[in-house]
């Protein structure tokens, strides 16, 4: 399963608190329609004010992520970390777990 650093679970609830979105609310990772460098569907970021039916879904303490099933298995072994800039600019980043 998807691991989330506490960086990332902080940039979470930072978003949702700044988009004054509902306690049912998170972010949802899900594939996009097209893809940026030819080897598949690019990975979707967004925030959602609930999860679809057939989400996973990990987190908590107001840092949910919603993992859509058509990405949730390529994201098994993967890391989700994340940094906020001082202008609270937020970044994501999948890495390989180590």
Do not use: Y
């Not at 306690?23 to 990772?29: K, T, V, Y």
């Not at 979707?44 to 993992?67: H, M, Q």
Request: hydrophobic share 45%; proline share 6%.
């Amino acid at each position: 399963m998807l691991t989330i650093t506490a960086d990332a679970e902080q940039a979470v609830r930072v978003a949702l608190e700044a988009a004054e979105a509902p306690e049912s609310a998170g972010i949802r990772l899900s594939t996009s329609t097209h893809t940026s460098n030819g080897t598949g569907p690019e990975i979707k970021l967004e925030l959602v004010e609930a999860p679809d039916s057939d989400d996973a879904v990990i987190g908590g303490d107001g840092a949910r992520i919603f993992l859509a099933p058509e990405v949730a298995p390529s994201l098994d072994d993967k890391l989700l970390d994340a940094e906020i800039e001082p202008d609270g600019e937020i970044h994501f980043a999948l890495f390989e777990q180590i």
